[in-house]
């Protein structure tokens, strides 16, 4: 039996070409499987998306946007103090985990052989791996037991936990793929050091690093967890962040686990505003890796 | 009278456990050129790495001997402060990503937090320009990013970024092999006219480079100096076998 996928030396011309013939084809079938299981496995995907946005579509106007939830029974209600609540929860987080995660992730890449740096990077591997309602019940122990009451700031702090393991890679990555010679070249016109790597290096690193905490945020935009023993969640619009606060995933939560239809209209409606943030930060994300994308 | 700006004495130089630079003793005069030659691979690049402390940013490597600078031991000096001294221009132009040409000149004023008028920037940045042959190709696009140049035009500008900062001692690595022969002989004649101000030494595996613009020659082998002394000497009469052969060309 003579094998179809080879060329032999001594084969005709019409052999050769029908050999071709027939590894053509194959490629054709296999690349037919590839584009066949990818639009099988996206098609979930799409349909949850689809599926969310029917739902969620109604729900939203400018009522629902520009409204706080109304009690039981009565009509309409909006999510403007949950909308508030997410954008202030986070942006607190990313106060707090952005410096931080640069600055560990300068160190890594820095002195990625040191010691301390093998256990650090230990520590963030770990900490990304931890379930998001374990740290919110260490926060919970940690800062609202002993402060004696929830608040927005503690959902913030958990949140910055969750965020700070993605900046730490993301920094670190790029700027180890940063050439020697950049910094050299600073270097070497007396520039000192720590001003080579704020001036130089971390802005040539910058699309890396921004694309790194915007993925972080739309990973924790959508956490409830953590948020139900930290911010807690509350029916008024309030921007002192040592107060509870409310939050798009904490509504989702209590209003999709109530009894009430229009409760659910109004989760579904939650639902896709989250959705869109996401999509929009991913958009977002894209945008900057292209646009801040450093050619040497 | 001639003093010697740098004092090399029983220096050398390692990577880790390879010594490469073995036992160098070397007087550098003010307002000299010199050229450094030899075969690829002898440590000329470790040698004038070794001058401003760039040796020292690679990890395991170490350094021995005595290095100095109008005086000053170079290896207890502040490295920042003999950078500003000792200016460099390296073997692969390594010009900054993120800063336009215009910023690229003046980047060592820019970064170290220099403050300076517009019309000085201007200033600085076209005679820099003009100075490493390389103004009148960008003096139209002095806001585009330095990457976009080609890599001779970005060899220039890493010279003129070193120019801008008025170095006593300029050190050039290959700073013209990838340099078309206009701007090398443009290169050439500013060597030439900064010897009245700086002391050069420039790495080159160009012999007639090495005798059209230096006046001395040190000739490295395996990490030693083999022979050094005015260029003229070595290039016609050369004392040592291995220095006769690679003028020669007869060289692997
Ligand atoms: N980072 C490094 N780690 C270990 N060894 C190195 C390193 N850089 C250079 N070397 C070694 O040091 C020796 C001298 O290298 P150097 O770059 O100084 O040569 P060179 O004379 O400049 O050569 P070329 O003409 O090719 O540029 C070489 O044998 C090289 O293998
Ligand atoms: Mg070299």
């Known amino acids: ?296 | 009278m001639e003093s010697a700006i740098l004092k090399v004495r029983n220096f050398n130089a390692f990577f880790g456990e390879s010594h490469i630079l073995k036992n160098i003793n070397l007087d550098i005069d003010k307002n000299n050129v010199w050229a450094i030659m030899g075969p690829s691979g002898c440590g000329k690049t470790t040698f004038i790495r070794c001058i401003n402390r760039m040796h020292e940013l690679t990890p395991n490597a170490t350094t021995s001997g005595s290095m100095q600078l109008n005086g000053e031991e170079v290896y207890e000096m502040n490295p920042v402060l003999l950078r500003r001294k000792v200016g460099m221009v390296f073997q692969r132009p390594n010009p900054f990503p993120t800063m336009s040409i215009y910023d690229n000149v003046i980047a060592g004023y820019i970064l170290n937090g220099i403050k300076l008028s517009k019309q000085q920037k201007d200033e600085i940045v076209e005679t820099s320009l003009k100075r490493a042959a390389l103004w009148m190709e960008v003096r139209s696009t002095l806001h585009k990013k330095g990457t976009f140049l080609s890599g001779g035009q970005q060899q220039r500008l890493c010279i003129a970024r070193a120019l801008s900062m008025n170095p006593e001692m300029l050190l050039l690595d290959e700073a013209t092999s990838a340099l078309d022969p206009v701007s090398t002989s443009k290169i050439e004649e500013l060597i030439h006219e900064l010897k009245a101000e700086y002391t050069i030494l420039m790495v080159t595996h160009n012999m007639q480079q090495a005798a059209r613009v230096s006046d001395k020659t040190a000739f490295f082998y395996l990490g030693e100096i083999i022979e050094a002394d005015n260029t003229k000497t070595i290039f016609t009469n050369p004392k040592h076998e291995k220095t006769q052969d690679y003028i020669r060309g007869h060289f692997g």
């Open chain 1, 1 to 296: 039996m003579r094998n179809n996928d080879l060329i032999n030396a001594e084969d005709s011309r019409s052999d050769i070409e029908r050999q071709i013939a027939h590894r053509n084809k194959k490629n054709k079938r296999f690349k037919g499987v590839v584009i066949g299981a990818t639009i099988i496995s996206t098609l979930p995907l799409l349909f949850i998306l689809f599926y969310i946005f029917r739902q969620g579509i109604s729900a939203i106007n400018w009522h629902f946007l520009t409204n706080l939830p109304k009690p039981v029974g009565e009509a309409g209600g909006g999510v403007a103090n949950a909308l508030v609540g997410s954008i202030l929860i986070l942006l607190v987080s990313c106060i707090i985990a952005i410096p931080i995660g640069i600055v560990i992730g300068i160190y890594l890449s820095e002195e990625s052989k040191s010691k301390l740096a093998y256990y650090c990077r230990l520590a963030v591997d770990v900490l990304q791996g931890i379930p998001s309602i374990v740290i919110g019940i260490i926060i919970y122990e940690w800062i609202v037991r002993p402060v004696g009451g929830f608040s927005a700031f503690s959902g913030s702090l958990a949140l910055a936990l969750m965020m700070l393991p993605s900046i730490v890679k993301s920094t670190e990555e790029t700027l180890k793929l940063l050439p020697e010679s950049l910094k050299e070249a600073s270097l070497a016109l007396g520039v000192p050091y720590y001003k080579t790597m704020m001036k130089i290096i971390v802005p040539t690193g910058l699309g890396g690093i921004l694309t790194g905490v915007i993925l972080s945020i739309a990973r924790v935009i959508g956490e409830t967890a953590p948020l139900l023993f930290t911010a807690f969640g509350s029916p008024f619009m309030t921007t002192d962040i040592f107060k509870p606060m409310s939050s798009l995933p904490l509504i989702i939560f209590n209003y999709a686990t109530s009894p009430y239809e229009d409760w659910h209209q109004l989760a579904w409606g939650a639902s896709m505003l989250l959705i869109l943030m996401i999509l929009i930060l991913n958009i977002i994300s894209k945008i900057v890796q292209r646009k801040w994308k450093v050619q040497f």
